[in-house]
Structure formats: structure tokens, C-alpha cells
């Protein structure tokens, strides 16, 4: 459960860092809606994104994996749908984006990676 919030706060500080340097995207609200936009985001993640992986296996093989950046960008403007705080102008808004929130996650992941204590 611990390691669940912590991820789900890292997304939320990804999301934030986003927004703060990226034009084009915008969230009205404080930190509660950073943190609703995460657990949306890790529920589209979790429930329509290995939907459409396996309706798009075809595309994503025969892109070499790049179609999974699409992929990406559909849940973040898919999650952008969802909640109408979250201002996403355009595709490739959406498009870097997805790309510098999964960079911010990756980087912070790394530095709250415990490998050693398994427990949950």
C-alpha cells in the first residue's frame, strides 16, 4: 500500500513539473487536483491501456515499439477527458508531454527504488 501512494505521488510531482515547464498544458487547482489527475492516470493506465496494446500489437511491431508513444499520448489526453481541470491544447502537447512525464517518473522512481524490502 506505501509503495502504491508513493508512486502515486511521484506521478502527481511528474504531472506537476509538466505543467510547470511545458506550454500548452495547464491544471486549475492545487495539489489534490495533481493527485486526482495521477490515480486517473494510473487507472487508464491500468485498465484501457493494455486494451488497446493488444488491439494495436500489429502497429506496435511493425513500428518497433514507437507506436507506444502514441499509445501514451491517447491515455494522457484520455485522463485530460476525464477531468476538466486538466487543459491539454492539442495532440502534440499531449504527445511531448506524455513523453517528459514518463522521463520525470522514470528519474524520480529511481531515487525511491527499495528493492531490498519487499513487504507490501
Known amino acids: ?6 508512486r502515486w505521488v511521484i506521478s502527481a510531482v511528474a504531472i506537476w ?7 500548452g498544458i495547464a491544471v486549475h487547482g ?4 495533481y493527485l486526482l489527475i495521477a490515480v486517473v492516470l494510473g487507472l487508464v493506465n491500468a485498465l484501457v491501456r493494455p486494451v488497446i496494446m493488444l488491439l ?3 502497429f ?11 499509445v501514451n499520448t491517447m491515455m494522457l489526453l484520455l485522463t485530460a477527458w476525464f477531468i476538466p481541470t486538466f487543459d491539454i491544447k492539442g495532440f502534440w502537447y499531449a504527445f511531448f508531454a506524455s ?4 522521463i520525470v517518473t522514470g528519474i524520480l522512481s529511481v531515487f525511491v527504488s527499495d528493492d531490498k524490502n519487499d513487504d507490501d
Not at 1 to 6: F, T
Not at 17 to 23: A, L, R, V, Y
Not at 60 to 70: A, D, E, K, S
Open 30 to 33: 492545487g495539489v489534490e487536483t
Open 17 to 23: 513539473i509538466t505543467t510547470s515547464i511545458m506550454p
Open 1 to 6: 500500500m506505501v509503495k502504491l501512494i508513493i
Open 99 to 102: 513523453l517528459v512525464i514518463s
Open 56 to 58: 494495436t500489437c500489429p
Open 60 to 70: 506496435v511491431i511493425l513500428t518497433l515499439g514507437l507506436f507506444t508513444l502514441i
